[in-house]
């Protein structure tokens, strides 16, 4: 298969950063840069800069870039190719039904589906607090039900997880709210018993590792370092059946080509398909009691990577814009996969996050994508199941609203609409 559109895509935002900062607006992001430093609250969160500072800011970049716009006409082909990113793409109408809110909101927990049941874990409360509990959704009567507390040493975000029907296998993540680091301790969960086990360590901690059984391998690869942000590239399996692991050690697998943290991991036909994801996190700041969070540099990819015979990665065609923070937002349907939200590249001149809202659809017939609806707003990290015919999803950040992007609340609600394709 061809290499396509990913790499161009992703080195034409690099000229297009690198116009932008020729144009003086990079005078604006070290203004942006120092307020995140210099914020009481972390930009990770980043409700107190949006709330003030960083309006103003935008306000005034929107002003300078509207007189460069008028100026200059190299600014209107930036413009022009920066467009096709940040716009929402278009997409049918989908009918939205609110369900029962969860019990607690949370960004960047993971999640489960078993038959009907949706086990949700973990995630940030607020960038201060973490949940270390279990919470079942019941996709048969629609409710909230069971909640049952994690091992206390097991990581509460930024997990790898999957399961193969009984057990659901729970790999590294950061351990404890803000910027901490992740660890390298893994567990498994019998959903029958409820009880939790131990499985042999990562050869070293990852943040939000690609996880999935393949194979009858347990296979872990990417995510970042102990630093969050630092990507890797390394991947290890190890054989696991029943919830036990068969052997002592993780075995070193054929690196990825692009690591980092964030991506859908997803195996279908057989086959292991690595979606998305990006280069690069949010760090601790150095020497802070409290790792407090401090915002680093981040790209975001829309590569489709694909290993068939454990050999060789193969290039697929690439999602329709570069997106990110995807690893639970995922289902199979009918021979598809389907992702809803996350988040694409900064705006190159607020230098915001932006937050995603489409719902994509990979035909793995015809390796072809298509946007097959619009979520009722844009969010990152979202928990997405399917049961009878209805795409779910649960948690995560939203939008702050129709015409901004950037993230905002933290939110625990549960939507669903009818898929038909
Ligand atoms: C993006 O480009 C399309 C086509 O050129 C145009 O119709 C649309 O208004 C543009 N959107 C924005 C937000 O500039
Ligand atoms: C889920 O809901 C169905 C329908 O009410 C019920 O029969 C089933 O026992 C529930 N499952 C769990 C695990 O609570
Ligand atoms: C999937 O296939 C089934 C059976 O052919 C069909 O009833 C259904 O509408 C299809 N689409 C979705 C989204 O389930």
Not at 196 to 203: E, G
Not at 380 to 387: E, S
Request: proline residues 7%; neutral net charge.
């Amino acid at each position: 298969m061809a290499r396509i559109g990913g790499k161009n895509a992703s080195r034409k935002y690099l000229v297009v950063l690198s116009c932008v900062a020729l144009l003086g607006i990079a005078l604006v992001a070290d203004f942006l840069w120092a307020s995140s430093s210099a914020s009481a609250s972390s930009p990770y969160w980043s409700t107190n800069l949006d709330f003030s500072v960083r309006n103003e800011v935008s306000a005034d970049a929107a002003s300078k870039a509207e007189q460069e716009k008028k100026s200059k006409p190299l600014k209107d082909q930036i413009s022009r190719s920066i467009n096709a990113t940040f716009a929402d793409l278009p997409a049918l109408h989908l009918d939205w039904e609110e369900m029962a809110e969860a019990p607690v909101p949370r960004l960047d927990g993971a999640a489960v589906q078993i038959k009907n049941l949706l086990y949700v874990f973990a995630g940030y409360g607020t960038i201060d607090y973490v949940h270390s509990h279990v919470d079942v959704y019941n996709f048969s009567d629609n409710s909230w039900g069971e909640r049952f507390d994690m091992p206390k040493e097991m990581a509460h975000s930024h997990l790898g997880m999957t399961t193969d029907g009984r057990y659901i296998y729970v790999v590294t993540g950061q351990y404890g709210p803000q910027c901490r680091g992740p660890i390298a301790h893994n567990f498994v969960l019998d959903t029958e018993t409820k009880t939790w086990n131990d499985l042999p360590p990562l050869p070293f901690p990852r943040y939000a590792p690609a996880t999935q059984l393949w194979k009858g391998r347990l296979h872990v690869m990417g995510g970042s370092k102990e630093d969050r942000h630092e990507p890797a590239l390394e991947h290890w399996s190890l054989q696991v059946k029943d919830g036990k692991a068969l052997e002592k050690e993780w075995q070193t697998e054929l690196p990825i080509p692009r690591g980092g943290p964030h991506r859908a991991c997803v195996v279908a036909n057989d086959k292991l398909f690595v979606i998305g994801g990006q280069e690069g996190d949010f760090m601790a700041k150095p020497g802070s009691p409290i790792f407090k969070c401090v915002r680093r540099s981040e790209v975001v990819y829309s590569n489709v990577y694909m290993l068939d015979d454990g050999l060789r990665w193969i290039d697929l065609p690439p999602m329709p814009k570069p997106d990110s923070h995807i690893e639970f937002a995922w289902k199979i349907v009918n021979n598809s996969i389907v992702i809803a939200g996350g988040t694409t590249e900064k705006h190159p001149v607020t230098k915001k996050m932006v937050l995603v809202g489409e719902i994509f659809r990979f035909n793995l017939d015809t390796l072809e994508w298509s946007i097959i609806g619009r979520m009722p707003f844009r969010i990152k990290t979202t928990l997405v199941g399917f049961w009878d015919g209805w795409l779910y999803f649960t948690s995560g950040q939203r939008d702050k609203g129709p015409d901004n992007p950037s993230p905002k609340k933290v939110v625990g609600c549960m939507w669903r609409t009818k898929l038909k394709f």
